[in-house]
């Protein structure tokens, strides 16, 4: 059974293995300098999805570190790249894995639990159902196929190992085994609290399991021997409690951002009523659904079904606890992301039912088994009755969750006029049809097997069909605006994927981002990302206005400041720039913003301000190639040598090792008179490919600070070569030449600099020492 597990885990989701990083993705991954050592994992960054995560982190520092064994290019971010693909096999494993647990968890409540006698011998055969559709159903694809969402398979395996170590500790009839079942929950529970927040929820769903299932009252739960291990799985929020309260998340999460907890609960009443539609017939999945707040009366139905699943509930515990359990935790593993916290980035996701579908399908297929006995014990007729009504119920409930979704009210509010409504609803009247006909087959037939394998590879087919989307960032955003055609987001992340695969369709990326500000014209990151594109088109007024406009919107956006600021470096407004870039840094300082500022200071002689931007800019991404070769020579030019050789150093170990790195190694090594590595890093500059004239340059400037002139002459005579006009290399050649005993070549050199470039101060003192008149 394993090897199927993991069989149908690849069939369903492996064809987004091949797809890159994308969305959050790249913050978190290769945009997270804390992965590429162990030993700074446990301290992920802030403002990314590992924020206050750090078994995620640490999970994927050890992706790093097999791709790295396997010489995989991390810092490639293509379409091809593939880079991604080892983290996207672990969340398939890992989802496995979780599938396996469910299992477990399920045939030992129903084998030992307390289950209604005729249930037991429906325990394995309940299982393997839950379990194998839980497994491939594709509202798991965004939770699997999106890399990040390891956050979610995280939690959701600790969670379930949690629970089902605790099962094994109840049964166990040995005391050491017991005792080291206890202790795995504890651990288990320990390493969920560092995933994801949904883990708080582990220690009270422990002890409702052992009241509906192992106990016979509340009171039980207090004088329990078991009580030492509640309060050892209680003792686990601690750290999670620290890291809520440090903030980890609090720049995406919270009440201070907006939203009021009214408003975010009202509209989790639409967004959990469709994660249920969706569980019943996935038809309508999403990447993405937005920032916006629900508004309208759409709500209000799947309020009302919320509060009367809590009220049956609240009921199930005094009369059906096994029930009481499932839908208590179907409760608790959606508040913390799906209640009264708002969380910011989004107002709905499908990643968030990953664990929360679990008690759903045990609802649903104990609910069906128990139908199917029922009309079974019927006669004839009244069976062919039952069959009937179930189905056109089950078809009419599927059309009017289809029509209460938008999927008939969008198009008909959009334009009754255009035909639109029509063609929408007729295809959500077959579709009914449809799943009306399988209700009669799946209640009605007696080879329940062979109609569960064929739903089983319809929804393995699916998922395999979504995941393939992964694998195409650009068939994902589309797909996202065709269902939610209301979000601006989608519309500004296709024009990214866009560009991405072809920087030359810059005209239909515009398109979309000018459909974006159609949608939403406050959405300022299109504003922002379209000025982009039209400034890398050479619009720069008009992608400047933009850039502007964007921030009379919002005048705190980060990316828009940060965007201008680097606009106006360019065209050598440094002082405005300075203080944009200088606004950016203070709140919300990012790698760029930070070497831009450095660039500006030093246009403006300000060069210890621009070290102290770039050492900023260091401890963010220690592997930053150009701070390191910035900084390195920064420091060579101050006359700080020492200090300078580790930078350039690091930058050429980075992957930095181009030829002017290792001249500007060479002449920092000249300085420090480490003659023999000056030399050779010299060498390995000259014989790598782009060396240019300045390359040559630096290395004849080594040589000569080495004292090895004939050297420094062979390589300023091929920079005087590959730019005969240049003072510098005139210059410097010809001081090599005197200190041969070439002194009328010498002279000759310093005139033809003069001659390039009149009133060059370092030609004119070489020929006055030379004592030869300028003419």
Not at 510 to 528: C, F, G, K, N, P
Request: aromatic fraction near 8%.
């Amino acid at each position: 059974m394993i090897a199927l597990v993991f069989v149908a885990g690849a069939i369903a989701f492996g064809a987004a293995v091949r797809g890159p990083f994308q969305f959050d993705d790249v913050a978190a991954i290769p945009g997270n300098p804390t992965i590429e050592r162990v030993s700074t994992a446990l301290t992920p960054p802030p403002r990314t999805a590992v924020s206050g995560r750090p078994v995620v982190n640490v999970t994927l520092a050890a992706n790093y570190a097999v791709n790295r064994a396997l010489g995989i290019d991390q810092t490639d971010r293509s379409l091809h790249s593939r880079a991604a693909a080892g983290y996207r096999a672990a969340n398939i494993v890992l989802h496995c894995l979780a599938a396996l647990l469910l299992f477990g968890i399920i045939r030992r409540t129903v084998r030992f639990g307390g289950v209604p006698e005729e249930w037991v011998p429906f325990g394995e055969p309940l299982a393997v159902i839950v379990a194998t559709i839980w497994l491939v159903h594709p509202l798991q694809t965004e939770a699997v196929d999106y890399v990040i969402q390891r956050t979610e398979l995280l939690v959701s395996a600790f969670y379930l190992a949690t629970l089902y170590a605790s099962i094994r500790a109840w049964d166990a009839t040995k005391p050491r085994a017991r005792a080291a079942w206890y202790v795995a929950a504890v651990v288990a529970c320990l390493l969920g609290m560092g995933s994801k927040e949904v883990m708080a929820s582990t220690p009270i769903a422990v002890m409702l399991y052992d009241r509906a299932f192992r106990m016979p009252t509340w009171k039980s739960l207090v004088t329990s021997p078991r009580r030492w291990f509640y309060l050892a799985l209680l003792a686990t929020l601690i750290p999670l409690g620290a890291s809520v309260v440090g903030g980890a998340r609090s720049d995406s999460v919270g009440f201070g951002h907006g939203i009021t907890w009214y408003q975010y609960l009202y509209s989790q009443g639409w967004a959990i009523a469709r994660y249920v539609k969706l569980a019943l017939w996935p038809d309508e999945l999403t990447f993405d659904y937005g920032e916006h707040l629900l508004r309208g009366g759409l709500a209000i139905v799947g309020l009302t079904g919320l509060a009367a699943f809590a009220a049956a509930t609240l009921w199930a515990w005094r009369r059906a606890t096994w029930l009481a359990f499932l839908g208590t935790w179907f409760f608790m593993v959606l508040g913390p992301s799906s209640s009264v916290v708002p969380i910011t980035t989004e107002i709905a996701a499908e990643r968030r039912v990953y664990l929360a579908l679990a008690p759903l399908l045990v609802l649903v297929v104990v609910g069906v088994e128990a139908l199917r006995r029922r009309i079974a014990a019927l006669d004839a007729h009244r069976r062919d009755r039952a069959l009937w009504i179930t189905a056109a119920l089950v078809g009419l409930l599927y059309f009017a969750s289809s029509a209460w979704s938008g999927h008939v009210i969008a198009p008909l509010i959009a334009g009754p006029g255009n035909g639109r409504w029509a063609v929408a609803l007729l295809a959500r009247l077959l579709i009914g049809a449809g799943v009306a006909a399988l209700a009669y087959v799946l209640v009605g037939t007696r080879n329940v097997r062979r109609v569960l394998a064929v739903v089983v590879a319809v929804l393995l087919l699916t998922s395999a069909s979504r995941s393939a989307l992964y694998a195409d960032p650009e068939a994902l955003w589309r797909d996202a605006a065709e269902k939610m055609p209301q979000n601006p987001r989608a519309y500004d992340n296709l024009a990214a994927a866009i560009l991405q695969k072809d920087s030359t369709r810059d005209r239909e990326a515009e398109r979309e981002l000018r459909q974006a500000i159609t949608v939403d014209s406050m959405y300022v990151t299109a504003w922002t990302n379209l000025a982009d594109v039209l400034l890398k088109r050479g619009n720069i007024e008009e992608g400047r206005a933009l850039l502007e406009h964007a921030l009379r919107i919002n005048p705190q956006y980060v990316n828009a400041t940060e965007r201008l600021g680097e606009l106006l470096v360019k065209l050598g407004e440094t002082d405005q720039a300075i203080t944009y870039l200088e606004r950016v840094v203070a709140t919300q300082p990012t790698e760029e913003a930070l070497g831009t500022l450095a660039i500006a200071y030093t246009a403006k002689g300000r060069r210890d301000e621009a070290k102290v931007m770039l050492r900023r800019m260091l401890a963010i991404n220690p592997r930053r190639i150009d701070a390191l070769t910035y900084l390195g020579a920064m420091l060579t030019e101050d006359g700080h040598p020492d200090e300078a050789v580790g930078y350039i150093e690091s930058a050429v170990q980075a992957g930095g090792g181009t030829p002017a790195a290792y001249a500007l190694l060479s002449v920092t090594y000249a300085e420090l008179g480490r003659r023999d590595e000056s030399v050779r890093a010299a060498s390995t500059a000259a014989g790598q490919p782009g060396a240019d004239a300045g390359v040559y340059l630096q290395l004849g400037r080594a040589m000569m600070v080495a004292q090895l002139p004939q050297e420094a002459e062979r390589f300023l005579s091929r920079a005087v070569e590959l730019a005969p006009t240049n003072p510098e290399a005139l210059t410097r050649l010809g001081m090599t030449k005197g200190a041969t005993g070439h002194p009328s070549e010498a002279v000759a050199l310093f005139r033809r600099a003069l001659s390039a470039a009149p009133g060059y101060e370092p030609a004119q003192r070489a020929l006055a020492a030379a004592g030869s008149p300028a003419r």
